[in-house]
């Protein structure tokens, strides 16, 4: 059973920084493309970054470029985001999710599993 967890969201300063980890169990993530996502009361998903299964190539939303890096460690079967230089903007659930499908670049098209989400806030 494929299962991602979330966690390192919280309440940080505008210019502060978080590290966001989703912790993969029930497969390993490598050769799949996982990405990031962000919503907001009333608002769609919005992808905030995405990294490639098949080359770890990455891709980020304009509004992130600059200062969010996504990465992945293979070996603890974790996805990361480290998000420098937050604005208030920046506030949202942010939640991990998977390719279907192994051997894929970015964008995900066929979704597999999402985590339960870790909220941020960016807030003086």
């Known amino acids: 059973q494929v299962r991602l967890v979330e966690s390192g969201g919280g309440l940080v300063q505008p210019g502060g920084s978080l590290r966001l980890s989703c912790a993969a169990s029930?497969?390993?993530?490598?050769?799949?493309?996982m990405a990031w996502f962000r919503q907001t009361p009333g608002q769609e998903r919005e992808e905030v970054s995405c990294?490639?299964?098949?080359?770890?190539?990455?891709v980020y939303t304009d509004s992130v470029k600059g200062r969010f890096t996504i990465s992945r460690d293979h070996t603890q079967n974790t996805l990361y985001l480290q998000m420098n230089g937050l604005k208030p903007e920046d506030t949202a659930v942010y939640y991990c999710t998977t390719d279907q499908f192994r051997g894929f670049g970015c964008p995900i098209t066929d979704f597999g599993s999402w985590g339960q989400g870790t909220q941020v806030t960016v807030s003086s």
């Open positions: 029930g497969f390993a993530s490598n050769g799949y493309a």
């Open positions: 990294i490639s299964g098949i080359d770890d190539t990455t």
